[in-house]
């Protein structure tokens, strides 16, 4: 079988990785790629949202699977782009058509779909421009601290938590009069702020069956201590320790089992990945957020966790018959650190030579911003630049082969959080 992979970051490359190891898969191609794909896989020049030269390309090299890594592509259609294409209806594509890619390309959608079908979440309103005074008054009648979400796509950073009052609704203005994350905070969602841990969850889905994939546990703010700017992800681990059986059923009972239910209702025939961040309260899950697709760096510690073929599971998957899948799990802990370019998530430069990858003998590095120059030296080409991922008998041990591999590579200004996963060795939540 000839598959595609749509994406560029450290997720492709994990899917890649995985993907390879399958006897189902022929040829891998990867579009537009990084350095790491292109060890293992072929990368194709195209942007992620040129549907028509995918479509091209698909037809060319008899593409059978697209497997879409990031969210933009599902959003703007691509599922929707192929089935008018009479010539390319049968391509296996993994990821929901638009309908069902709102689940996280609008807040306000999916936070009125969780609201809907009864799924535990936080309070919020939904403001605009138009009702920019409402909200101000709006945020002085609700505690502290206050979420700020924006409604579209922000690349994993349209969500700020105000400490104060004053500094919710200055960012309310800047998000919605300024146009802080642009087109993605044209509506805003002012929501209560949960206290608790987060948890990431992860089911494929053939829309009416699904097979739950480890969870995983991932660190957004820059800063050690989960302190200052919003990323893409700093670094993950799996699995979770207060994810036991019993937190994990409720989660199927409470949040997992009423979403496939209401995609149903919806009339949403959703294939592919969905991604619940979760919130455990006190021992009870309330859903964050839905994503359409694998997280990262989430990817990165799940997928290495999966024993089974995974083209096999992503076949079951397109054909539609998920019922008679079980996922086989290695019992071994993984944890990844995401190394970063000096500025990130703000200003950061690229094309700086990666040294010492060779010497990583022990993780994998998951390249996600990163490149080959004309005199073949991997270089930077991104804000998040590799993931070192690590597999151990425990999470101590896992730790320390991400941590060893994150001090062995090399490029001038190089960034990583010290501190990931360290929480769970010290204390284990409840």
Known sequence: MNILIIGAGGREHALAWKI??????????????????????????LIVTDFEGIAKFVTNEDIEMIVVGPEEPLVKGLRDFFSELPNLTKVHIIGPDH??????????????FMLKYGIPTANAKTFTIDSLQHGLEYLDAIQLPIVLKADGLAAGKGVLICPTHE?????????????MFGEASHKVLVEE???????SVFIITDGKNYVTLPEAKDYKRIGEGETGLNTGGMGAVSPVGFADKHFM???????????????????????????????????????IEYNI????????????????????????TAERRLQNEKLEIFD????????????????????????????????????????????NQIITNGGRVIAMTGLGENLKEALEISFEAADTVHWDGLYFRRDIGKDLLVTPPL
Request: aromatic share 6%; net charge positive; glycine share 8%.
């Open 20 to 45: 390879q190891q399958s006897p189902l898969c022929t040829n891998l191609f990867v579009a537009p790629g990084n350095a790491g794909t292109e060890k293992i896989a072929k990368n194709v020049p």
């Open 99 to 112: 309908k069902g890619a709102l689940l996280e390309g609008s807040k306000d959608f999916s936070k009125r």
């Open 167 to 179: 500094e919710a609704k200055t960012n309310l203005r800047q998000m919605l009069s300024e146009k």
């Open 193 to 199: 702020f949960l206290e608790g841990i987060e948890l």
């Open 249 to 287: 059923n409720k989660v199927h009972q409470k949040i997992i089992e009423p979403t496939i239910r209401g995609l149903q209702q919806e009339q949403i025939d959703y294939i592919g990945f969905i991604f619940i961040g979760l919130m455990n309260v006190d021992g009870e899950p309330y859903a």
């Open 293 to 316: 697709r694998l997280g990262d760096p989430e990817a990165q510690v799940v997928l290495p966790r999966i024993k089974s073929d995974l083209v096999e599971l992503l076949m079951a």
């Open 332 to 375: 071994q802990t993984a944890s990844t650190v995401v190394v970063v370019a000096e500025g990130y998530p703000g200003t950061y430069k690229t094309g700086k030579i990666i040294n010492n990858l060779d010497k990583i003998t022990r993780a994998n590095a998951f390249h996600a911003g990163t490149a080959t120059n004309k005199n």
